[in-house]
């Protein structure tokens, strides 16, 4: 039984060790590659790469990650998919990276009044890098902008009562 154990661990290690091979997934956002690119002296700048980020928010008030990372002027494709059954009346989601130094909790307060520009409020968009539309179950919303200078930034979701719960940190380097 040992044995078996033991050499099972070993097929896991060494898949592990060999990768897969699909170049598709080393464009996302794995570190080990991105020192790897930084250490080699004829390397593009990663600001000149771009970067495709991609989060999801379900009916339960999560998004299904907490950090998003680019390069400080990296052309930034970030697209928001709504994995839920609810409708964006009643569950909807979007994506709002504040600059740092907000306020968030006021600015959620004033969001609750922007029902009609999709909880955005307009007073508030010196404060914000970027954002998306509101969204439902099943849509997908994409945008594009180009990453702001090194920081760490939050992001919400800014749907009445969702910020508490669904935020995070975009992270600038």
Not at 10 to 38: H, I, N, R, W, Y
Not at 51 to 61: C, F, S, W
Not at 117 to 132: C, L
Request: aromatic residues 6%; negative net charge.
């Amino acid at each position: 039984m040992k044995i078996i154990k033991y050499a099972l661990i070993a097929g896991v290690v060494s898949l592990a060790a060999c990768g897969s091979g699909d170049e598709s997934s080393k464009a996302t956002d794995q570190p080990a590659a991105e020192e790897q690119k930084a250490e080699t002296p004829a390397a593009t700048p990663a600001a000149a790469e771009g970067v495709t980020l991609e989060i999801t928010g379900n009916d339960v008030m999560k998004f299904d990650k907490t950090e998003l990372r680019a390069k400080a002027g990296q052309k930034v494709t970030l697209t928001l998919h709504h994995s839920g059954k609810l409708a964006k009346e009643a569950m909807g989601h979007n994506v709002v990276i504040l600059k740092t130094g907000t306020d968030v909790a006021a600015f959620a307060a004033k969001a609750v009044a922007a029902k009609a520009n999709d909880y955005f409020p307009e007073s508030e968009a010196a404060n914000v890098i970027a954002h998306t539309k509101i969204i439902g179950a099943g849509e997908s919303v994409t945008i594009e902008f180009t990453a702001p200078e090194a920081g760490t930034y939050p992001f919400i979701c800014s749907f009445p009562g969702h910020y508490g719960f669904m935020k995070g940190d975009f992270i600038v380097e």
